[in-house]
């Protein structure tokens, strides 16, 4: 196979999470990727003008590892597990979810399972300013968890696992157990995913 | 007034969040921060041991912005109030949202905040695993839409105010408009909120 032969978006999208997943994504750069793909930079400039069309790419293409709602399926069964497969998607790739709180998503795939949702909620009966509001609500809070559980894991490994202070939380009772444990589980964040649809899913689902 | 008289860690903190509000977090070093305070670099290290400890202060020091909630108030209506501050904050201080999202806040004054929230929510009759989730939720769906709001204002800044492509979202219907609108505005993030709240709150609340 000639050298660089079969490159395509699938390529250079794992080549670049490869890269941000080892080493941040602040080491992705044209000349990187082509070294590592063994491409010449004019192949990957064929398929993408600059850096940031290939975080574009690299953001939208993402996103096929998380099945689209069944417009055709349970409302709030759908919604659930689209929302913790992104979930997981961002807490296994934290240089997916740092970008991604810092661009909009507006390519194919994003806008393909955007308008699945909006299908899905309304056969459910949701108005559309409040389907358009719920979309908002999911991906921020599906981001924001995100973002604080890979915080957290990051933190908890600089601490080497060293727990709060005794002293911690001014002796109130209690309470620096409880705040010791203000980490987001798939459970808990399950939990606060159900609270989020229910709260907008009409009472009949 | 001698060179660097009445150094306290409230100058500190305004002096920090100046340089990352107009340059990024990225300028404030204990360099610039000596510099910009007229004061020797000892006096900084006086209050704190490092940037690492410089960040912790200036996060927590930050929160003193957000009007701690009134325990023998009204949940929903302090709660609300708490989280818009909360958010205001972070949508003013595009830095603070970066760097609450790569750090555990457990200075005084956060930890003050989240305890008179496990107060008032023990109050409403929330049972305890409920209230440490919600406390969870809350922070980490703040952090999420202020963080998509952020953005939102800076890619749309970025693009000149620039519409969405008309062949865009694959012609489908309405969706262009839709999808075009997925903003956050102080309305928007109130509703998303207030599902969040009501759906924790033992419904007397």
């Known amino acids: 196979m000639a050298r660089g032969a079969g490159l395509d978006a699938d390529r250079i999208?794992?080549?670049?999470?490869?890269?941000?997943?080892?080493e941040g994504i602040g080491?992705?750069?044209?000349?990187?990727?082509?070294?590592?793909?063994?491409v010449t930079p004019m192949a990957i400039y064929h398929h993408v003008a600059n850096k940031d069309e290939l975080f574009d790419l690299v953001l939208d293409e993402s996103l096929r590892a998380v099945e689209p709602v069944d417009p055709a399926g349970d409302p709030f069964d759908e919604l659930m597990r689209w929302?913790?497969?992104?979930?997981?998607?961002l807490v296994?790739?934290?240089?997916?979810?740092?970008?991604?709180?810092?661009?909009?998503?507006?390519?194919?795939?994003a806008v393909g399972a955007a308008g699945r949702i909006l299908d899905l909620l309304a056969r459910a009966g949701?108005?559309?300013?409040?389907?358009?509001?719920?979309l908002v609500a999911l991906f921020s809070c599906i981001l924001g968890t995100?973002?604080?559980?890979?915080?957290?894991?990051?933190?908890?490994a600089r601490r080497g696992g060293?727990?709060?202070?005794?002293?911690?939380?001014d002796g109130?009772?209690?309470m620096r157990d409880r705040l010791s444990d203000t980490s987001i589980t798939d459970q808990r964040f399950a939990a606060i995913l159900t609270v989020l649809i229910r709260g907008y899913l009409p009472a009949a689902h």
Not at 83 to 89: E, V
Not at 146 to 156: F, G, P, T
Not at 162 to 169: N, Y
């Open 13 to 22: 999208v794992k080549a670049c999470l490869a890269i941000a997943d080892e």
């Open 27 to 38: 080491q992705v750069t044209m000349r990187r990727l082509s070294r590592d793909l063994d």
């Open 83 to 89: 929302g913790r497969a992104f979930h997981r998607l």
């Open 92 to 109: 296994d790739h934290p240089s997916l979810a740092q970008e991604m709180a810092s661009r909009r998503l507006e390519g194919p795939v």
């Open 126 to 134: 949701t108005p559309d300013d409040r389907a358009d509001e719920l």
């Open 146 to 156: 995100a973002q604080y559980r890979i915080s957290r894991n990051a933190e908890s």
């Open 162 to 169: 060293r727990a709060l202070p005794e002293d911690f939380a």
């Open 172 to 174: 109130r009772a209690g």
